[in-house]
């Protein structure tokens, strides 16, 4: 560790300069007229490095990266799908990359369209009225649909209601998004195949409930059966149903959800729809409402009048505003060029692929590893760990050992339905080849289990970082450079 850590970060020698500025550049000059009680008294602490050294260190580093362009990302409940580099290449175009948010619609019509297609899409895409295209991230997303179903029940003067109820296999997102737009959370059991217990269901169902947060397939990779019944019993209740769409990818071309009864939605257009995820950000999260919702999504909005021309529009029943002018519009712009380079011809066999691939690894795994939940998954499945424990081998230890042959990890100890969690999804977009690959080492890992467990444990060996003190690396982790430097 120590020896990595000096070779890649400990570049820094007193003197050393990659680039110095004209002591007359306009930049100096201008530093004189900062108030001198904002000056530094000292200098910064920062490495001092020549630019080749810089160069050298980003690159080294860009190769150590791992992601879906040089590697398989079964990464559960992600999504994370091969980005075409066409998407790229039509979001940098100067056109609309060099748009200021702030000139007027007139000269920026082109963005708006591209915009208003967009929302029009997707609107066909989920069955429902409109969508505003505003919200940066799923969260974001999740947020704004959640506030939308508060502002409708507000107009109707029924401020009683403020609960929201959850599945107890529910991504994390979702109740963390129901406390933060000031709504209640309550849970709803699931059965073993993680579908909503209906009858658990009824009796949560009275006039304070606001609605549900779903979604489907659910979070085990099964489609819930019972959507329309669910759909009617919260409708009934006069509750909403929200759509989580961070697994909407099985659905393209075979469902919509507004056409099982989903009210309000949100899509993941970094999982979904192909545009990068970006280690963080910038993202996209849609969202989407059935006509009677349509006046409460956020300002602004994109319209069209009679004569073609787009224009901005800030409605009075609206929410208000949830982002800065339109959100992530690069985003918004390889998500645009993803569906028009599939076409309706082509969407529609994302689903069926995805789901094919999932259940091909699913059933080629099964004699190795638990399967608890036996049938069809949709675009992701979960297995309980190895099937044989006796050796102590974790999914952890699974996890780490698949590094070593050069595969991401799945989603491990996700869904908490099952103490040992591992979460897998291969996305339409990876070959067979690369699936009989995965589906090969994973079964050399389970033999290992068997011969050699202490082998397992101690993984990865092969990584530029082995096998790390976990304890030690939660409690005190290292942080910044100057805490490397002490």
């Known amino acids: ?82 980005n075409p580099k066409i998407n790229e290449e039509l979001a940098a175009m100067p056109e609309f990359a060099a748009l200021h948010p702030l000139q007027p619609a007139e000269s920026a019509q082109g963005a708006l369209e591209l915009y208003y297609n967009l929302q029009k899409a997707l609107s066909n895409i989920a069955g429902l009225a409109e969508f505003t295209l505003n919200p940066y991230a799923g969260a974001h997303g999740e947020l704004t649909g959640l506030m939308v179903m508060r502002q409708y029940h507000i107009a109707r003067g029924d401020e009683k209601r403020r609960k929201v109820i959850v599945p107890d296999s529910a991504h994390g997102t979702n109740p963390a998004s129901a406390m933060v737009a000031g709504l209640e959370v309550v849970e709803v059991k699931s059965k073993p195949n993680g579908s909503i217990d209906v009858e658990d269901l009824k009796p949560l169902l009275d006039d304070t409930v606001a609605g549900i947060m779903m979604t489907n397939p659910n979070t085990l990779g099964m489609f819930e059966t019972e959507i329309m019944e669910i759909a009617r019993l919260v409708h009934e209740a006069g509750g909403l149903l929200y759509y989580d769409g961070a697994n909407l990818n099985p659905m393209l071309g075979k469902v919509r959800p507004g056409d099982m009864g989903f009210d309000i939605m949100h899509i993941n257009l970094h999982k979904t729809f192909s545009t990068p995820h970006g280690g963080g950000g910038p993202g996209s999260g849609p969202v989407g409402v059935a006509a009677h919702l349509v006046d409460f999504l956020p300002n602004p909005r994109v319209k069209k009048d009679e004569n073609g021309k787009f224009y901005i529009e800030n409605g009075d029943k609206s929410l208000g505003s949830i982002s800065s002018f339109l959100g992530n519009f690069g985003v918004m712009m390889k998500a645009y060029a993803y569906i028009l380079s599939l076409g309706k011809e082509n969407l529609k066999n994302v689903g069926p692929m995805a789901t094919l691939n999932a259940n091909y690894i699913k ?124």
Do not use: W
Not at 433 to 457: G, N, Q, R, S, Y
Not at 474 to 484: G, N, T
């Open 1 to 82: 560790m120590k020896y990595y850590d000096k070779l890649i970060f400990e570049l820094s020698r007193p003197g050393r300069k990659g680039y110095h500025l004209p002591a007359d550049c306009y930049g100096v000059e201008a530093l004189k007229e900062i108030p001198s009680d904002l000056l530094r008294k000292e200098d910064p602490e920062l490495p001092e490095v020549s630019e080749l050294d810089v160069v050298r260190h980003y690159t080294n580093l860009s190769s150590k990266n791992f992601g879906v362009d040089t590697g398989f990302y079964p990464l559960g409940s992600c999504t994370m799908k091969y």
């Open 363 to 486: 059933e080629s795994l099964k004699d190795d590893y638990l399967l608890p939940i036996e049938g069809a998954c949709k675009h992701e499945f979960v297995f309980d760990g190895l099937k044989d424990k006796s050796t102590g081998v974790t999914t952890l230890n699974v996890a780490k050992r698949l590094l070593d042959y050069g595969f991401h990890a799945p989603t491990i100890y996700f869904p908490l339905l099952f103490h040992e969690s591992m979460m897998i999804e291969p996305t339409e977009t990876e070959s067979k080849e690369t699936l009989d690959e995965f589906i090969e080492v994973m079964h050399k890992v389970a033999k290992e289990a068997k011969e050699d467990p202490e082998m397992v444990k101690q993984a990865p060996h092969t990584t530029l970082i082995s096998h790390p003190d976990e304890t030690t690396a939660a409690k005190k982790p290292v942080l910044s450079y100057r805490q490397m430097k002490g």
